[in-house]
């Protein structure tokens, strides 16, 4: 069953425009403005639809302000930064780099929050779970678009599970012609369609499948790599280090990746329209490429999650919380938490992070 104001915009537009690509699909389906799945609640937790790492445990949080203390004074402590992190969701991993950032008081003066997220549902709850970490008269800041981002400092971002929301492109050769993925609506319901791909999109594919491979997925995602380029312009002017956490791969893989996700179950991209998550595999390798292609002296680097995690002391972080917990249940739970976040049949090695750094000459950073 799908969400019916959202189905209702979607045939509309496909009624008047034609068959929507798979990309601007997933755009509409989670960011339209008032019926979007991202706009409409909080789809988190084990009520929700999917669980994040910094919902699975504090201490994902924790190591995170370990990483951007640590950044900080490689960068030789600058007085002011923004913190900008993407997409915070409902605003517990923020609240808990904050929260952890109190050991340091110098860091605390130099840091001005900035959120970048879209949904006033979700900036309800990240002011809400802020609220007791912002000191008296330091303001926190919620932007839509990096435009936005203060002008004057150096900025440190991190985004976890963002990259993945932002939209890819489906292209395949068929019959010697590119044609991408589109959606149509026929016979009272919407289904897949190809159309002619465009030549600009053409280009971006034909790095990865030639067109004599016939049938073979490429996704490329020009969102992503916009909103890359726009904080690395930003970083080239003003200094930063970036931190980005989601599923992926170090090198392009052909192949569909993206997919649906609804009660924590996966289904059709085309079934619980409004009602499911969508998201798709990080390129890492094409974004790391990018990265390193711009000016400015930089540290570019990806782990897998469990060795990033492990790398920052996460086993002697987890000991402590395991020893001041209060019960064996809960002792129990702390274990299974660091488990699931960090081991390889979990989020351990599907999970990677991408650390960088631009305008600073830094080659050695914690966790890499
Ligand atoms: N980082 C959080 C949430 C991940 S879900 C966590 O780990 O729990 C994706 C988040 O990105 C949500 O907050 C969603 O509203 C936001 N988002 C998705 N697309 C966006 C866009 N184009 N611009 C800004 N925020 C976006």
Known sequence: ???????????????????????????????????????????????????????????????????????WHKMDKPKAFTLLECGPGRGTLMAD????????????????????????????????????????????QWIETLDALPEDKPVIVIGNEFLDALPVHQLRAANGQWQERAVSYQDGGFCDTYVPAPAERVKQAEPFVTKEQEAVCVEISPARHDFMADLLIHMNRHGGAGLFIDYGHE???????????????????????????????VDFGSLMKQVRAHDGNRFCALAAQGDFLGALGGVQRTEKLVSAAGNPQ???????????????????????????????????VAGF
């Open 1 to 71: 069953m799908h969400y019916e104001p959202l189905s209702q915009a979607l045939q509309e537009h496909i009624q008047k425009e034609g068959p929507l690509n798979i990309a601007a699909f997933t755009n509409t389906v989670l960011a339209h403005p008032q019926h979007g799945y991202y706009m409409r609640q909080d789809p988190f937790g084990t009520v929700g639809d999917f669980t994040t790492a910094p919902e699975v445990s504090q201490i994902f949080g924790e190591l995170i302000a370990g990483w951007i203390m640590d950044i």
């Open 97 to 140: 780099i904050l929260r952890t950032c109190r050991v340091m008081p110098d860091i605390v003066t130099a840091l001005h929050p900035v959120l970048l997220e879209l949904s006033p549902v979700l900036t309800r709850l990240q002011h809400q779970a802020l609220r007791p970490f912002t000191a008296p008269g330091k303001a926190r």
């Open 251 to 281: 090198q392009h893989q052909p192949g569909e990746s993206l997919q649906a996700v609804h009660h924590h179950r996966p289904c059709p991209v085309l079934e619980h329209i409004g009602h499911a998550d969508l998201s798709s595999h």
């Open 330 to 364: 809960a002792k129990k739970d702390m274990i299974m938490a660091y488990h699931r976040l960090t081991h390889n049949s979990q989020m351990g090695a599907l999970f990677k992070v991408m650390g960088f750094v631009q305008g600073y000459n830094i080659n050695d």
